[in-house]
């Protein structure tokens, strides 16, 4: 099963909260965890990730939580800006490449004043 | 310029028509992707080149045809498409394959098929 499953589908936040998005995926072989952000008019572009030999990776407001037992992996938005509104797509790959990206749907997030 | 280009960033075609999409990168990166990007699917990865060379083609209808003449320039050549055809088609190049390094996508060519 190669699918990545992620919720909401879409996500509003008052400014100043916690962004919180949510991917599981089914086959455990995969061992890369990256998470793109994508702005109208853009391509996506790589945000933060992560592999499972860490349950947590930090890179100043953006979190990735990793729960390997329950192949579930989130990304965390703290003091979220109305900047951060776009759409955020959760990713996994296997082996030693990440050639074969396995994305998730996606989540458009909307940060409000 | 830098990063990836894509040209052009929108096409209109009927399916008898036959068009070709184009992207430049600049990045120096030997590995480059088609992906078609539609409304509430998962990006889906179409064709991967490394060095030129084809190594993925994910069962993408014939009416799509890749062409990669050096690692810096890849097309997508496309010839009696279908409505369901319609969608975002996403370059991205990446330094290799075979490691974990990002994927730097374009911006897209927003194409619709009529």
């Known amino acids: 099963q190669q699918q990545v499953k992620q919720s909401p589908q879409s996500l509003i936040v008052q400014k100043g909260g916690i962004s919180i998005i949510n991917c599981a995926y089914e086959?455990?072989?995969?061992?890369?965890f990256p998470w793109y952000q994508q702005f109208p008019g853009k391509g996506p572009a790589l945000l933060i990730a992560?592999?499972?030999?860490?349950s947590e990776k930090k890179e100043g407001r953006f979190t990735i939580s990793f729960n390997k037992s329950a192949k579930q992996f989130s990304l965390h938005i703290m003091d979220s800006q109305p900047g951060d509104s776009a759409t955020y797509f959760c990713?996994?790959?296997?082996?030693?490449?990440?050639?074969?990206?396995?994305f998730g749907t996606g989540t458009r997030l909307t940060i409000i004043p | 310029e830098t990063g990836v280009t894509q040209t052009p960033r929108h096409l209109v075609m009927g399916m008898t028509n036959k068009k070709s999409l184009k992207c430049e990168q600049h990045l120096g990166h030997n590995a480059m992707y088609w992906y078609k990007q539609s409304a509430k699917k998962p990006l889906e990865l179409m064709f991967v080149?490394?060095?030129?060379?084809?190594?993925e083609n994910n069962s993408v209808p014939s009416r799509f045809s890749p062409e990669c003449p050096n690692s810096s320039h890849l097309f997508l050549h496309l010839h009696t498409l279908q409505p369901e055809d319609s969608a975002l088609y996403l370059c991205a190049s990446s330094p290799r394959l075979g490691s974990y390094n990002e994927q730097f996508f374009g911006p897209g060519t927003r194409l619709t098929v009529l």
């Open positions: 086959n455990t072989a995969f061992d890369y």
């Open positions: 990713a996994a790959s296997k082996g030693f490449g990440n050639e074969k990206l396995t």
């Open positions: 992560i592999r499972p030999d860490v």
């Open positions: 080149y490394n060095f030129k060379e084809q190594t």
